[in-house]
């Protein structure tokens, strides 16, 4: 039930910052919906699919379909609110990078995958749908970036391996999961935390 609850969360959130993007990038109420449903829905499309977990989530449970079509509609019409805010999609993605690498991982791991696989799953799920959308909006997707963000992804889907191997609680690994990522996140975010640039000199 946890799990469900985040993953809805999760759902929610992500359809936000879809939402939000597409606002700032003056689209129509359907480009908000498409951009919020890739946002919410793709990572884990794509897992399902990879995994061979078919039907795919969305399509056998339509309750995420639901909190998608909520989401957007509340975040268009708190546009007033939220679009002076400066870091509002990205704390939110950070959010939603936490949760949706936590279901990703749990999926795998509850359908027999080995660990690392089970940790690339966790990262694909939390980034490929933020991913989906950056490039539908014509911007560099956010994992492809210098700051540390599918890194964040895979510290906590190996925090999540590890904690489960060693027979921890299942809400203490998720608990703390979500939040190394999203930590991991704002400290990207606020603290201009990145990675080494790769750069080749050409004369």
Same mark, same amino acid.
């Given at each position: 039930?946890?799990?469900?609850?985040?993953?809805?969360?999760?759902?929610?959130?992500?359809?936000?910052?879809?939402?939000?993007?597409?606002?700032?990038?003056?689209?129509?109420?359907?480009?908000? =919906?498409?951009?919020?449903?890739?946002?919410?829905?793709?990572?884990?499309?794509?897992?399902?699919?990879?995994?061979?977990?078919?039907?795919?989530?969305?399509?056998?449970?339509? @309750?995420?379909?639901?909190?998608?079509?909520?989401?957007?509609?509340?975040?268009?019409?708190?546009?007033?609110?939220?679009?002076?805010?400066?870091? /509002?999609?990205?704390?939110?993605?950070?959010?939603? @990078?936490?949760?949706?690498? $936590?279901?990703?991982?749990?999926?795998?791991?509850? !359908?027999?995958?080995?660990?690392?696989?089970?940790?690339?799953?966790?990262?694909?799920?939390?980034?490929?749908?933020?991913?989906?959308?950056?490039? =539908?909006?014509?911007?560099?997707? /956010?994992?492809?970036?210098?700051?540390?963000?599918?890194?964040?992804?895979?510290?906590?889907?190996?925090?999540?391996? $590890?904690?489960?191997?060693?027979?921890?609680?299942?809400?203490?690994?998720?608990?703390?999961?979500?939040?190394?990522?999203?930590? !991991?996140? =704002?400290?990207?975010?606020?603290?201009?935390?990145? @990675?080494?640039?790769?750069?080749?000199?050409?004369?």
């Amino acid at each position: 039930m946890l799990l469900y609850f985040l993953d809805l969360l999760g759902t929610g959130v992500f359809a936000a910052t879809g939402a939000m993007v597409a606002a700032r990038r003056n689209m129509d109420i359907f480009g908000a =919906l498409v951009l919020a449903f890739v946002t919410a829905v793709g990572g884990g499309t794509i897992r399902d699919a990879i995994l061979g977990s078919t039907p795919v989530f969305w399509i056998t449970d339509t @309750l995420y379909l639901q909190v998608v079509c909520l989401a957007t509609a509340v975040t268009l019409l708190g546009k007033a609110w939220w679009h002076r805010t400066r870091h /509002m999609v990205q704390v939110l993605d950070a959010l939603g @990078l936490g949760v949706f690498t $936590v279901i990703g991982v749990e999926k795998a791991l509850s !359908l027999n995958a080995e660990p690392m696989i089970a940790v690339i799953m966790g990262m694909l799920t939390g980034a490929g749908g933020g991913a989906i959308r950056d490039v =539908l909006a014509g911007r560099v997707p /956010m994992v492809l970036r210098q700051e540390i963000y599918a890194t964040a992804a895979i510290a906590g889907g190996v925090l999540y391996t $590890v904690m489960h191997d060693g027979g921890m609680d299942r809400s203490v690994v998720v608990v703390a999961c979500a939040t190394l990522v999203f930590v !991991l996140r =704002l400290l990207a975010i606020y603290c201009n935390l990145s @990675l080494p640039k790769v750069s080749v000199r050409t004369q």
